[in-house]
């Protein structure tokens, strides 16, 4: 079954403008990971953000969680055209080892 | 660091036959994961392995699914007999050991696109 579950499920904006994501979970969790899919490949980790955390930054890249309401939201400031990919949220239950992934959102960045 | 290396990148089928995917994960990595990815169901575990040792299975579908690590730098997935319903993008990923229960990033291959006609 999914743990996280993202939204929306598609997403098309123009470069330069913020693209947000949020993913929602269902159980205890000890951290909680994004991920990108570009067509054809495997995904790549982007930013890992413990339970005890509430905000995070890399780069372009911001990732809140709010433990009390199960979510967490992924915001890519000033987006390029090389954004374009699937984002997936992951988490794993408290003491699995296991990630499990979200249905993603696709991202569209027009350039 | 070449990354987790998966092959073949692309296999076609027929039902019936034997389907082997194979996986290199990075070394010194210490845990490996199989994953299948549809549109219909998304990403979903099938198997993983600790220091080569099967830790879950539970993901696996059917008994025609068999998994296994005989070594730290090489793990199989094998189908037997596959069937139409099998095709998927299957990944192989691998991790760093895990501390004080924190989840390490997995690192991913690229897949195997598998079409079983």
């Known amino acids: 079954s999914q743990q996280g579950e993202e939204d929306p499920q598609a997403l098309s904006i123009q470069e330069g403008e913020n693209a947000t994501m949020n993913c929602s979970y269902k159980?205890?969790?000890?951290?909680l990971q994004w991920y990108r899919q570009n067509s054809g490949r495997g995904l790549v980790h982007l930013i890992l953000?413990?339970?005890?955390?509430r905000e995070k930054h890399s780069g372009r890249l911001r990732v809140t969680l709010d433990t009390s309401k199960k979510s967490s939201s992924l915001l890519i400031t000033a987006s390029r055209a090389a954004d374009t990919a699937s984002y997936f949220c992951?988490?794993?239950?408290?003491?699995?080892?296991?990630?499990?992934f979200g249905s993603g959102t696709r991202l569209q960045v027009q350039p | 660091d070449a990354g987790v290396i998966q092959s073949p990148r692309h296999e076609v089928t027929e039902m019936g036959q034997e389907v082997t995917l194979r996986c290199k994960p990075i070394s010194g990595h210490d845990y490996l994961f199989w994953y299948r990815q549809t549109m219909m169901r998304g990403l979903e575990l099938l198997i993983y392995f600790n220091n080569n040792v099967p830790i879950d299975d539970s993901g696996m579908p059917e008994d025609r699914f068999s998994a296994k690590m005989p070594n730290a730098s090489f793990s199989t997935l094998k189908i037997q007999p596959s069937e139409p319903r099998d095709s998927a993008v299957y990944f192989c990923a691998s991790s760093l050991g895990v501390r004080r229960n924190m989840n390490s990033p997995l690192h991913f291959g690229n897949g195997t696109r598998l079409t079983v006609t």
């Open positions: 953000i413990r339970s005890n955390e």
């Open positions: 159980t205890s969790i000890n951290n």
């Open positions: 992951a988490t794993a239950d408290t003491g699995r080892r296991a990630l499990t």
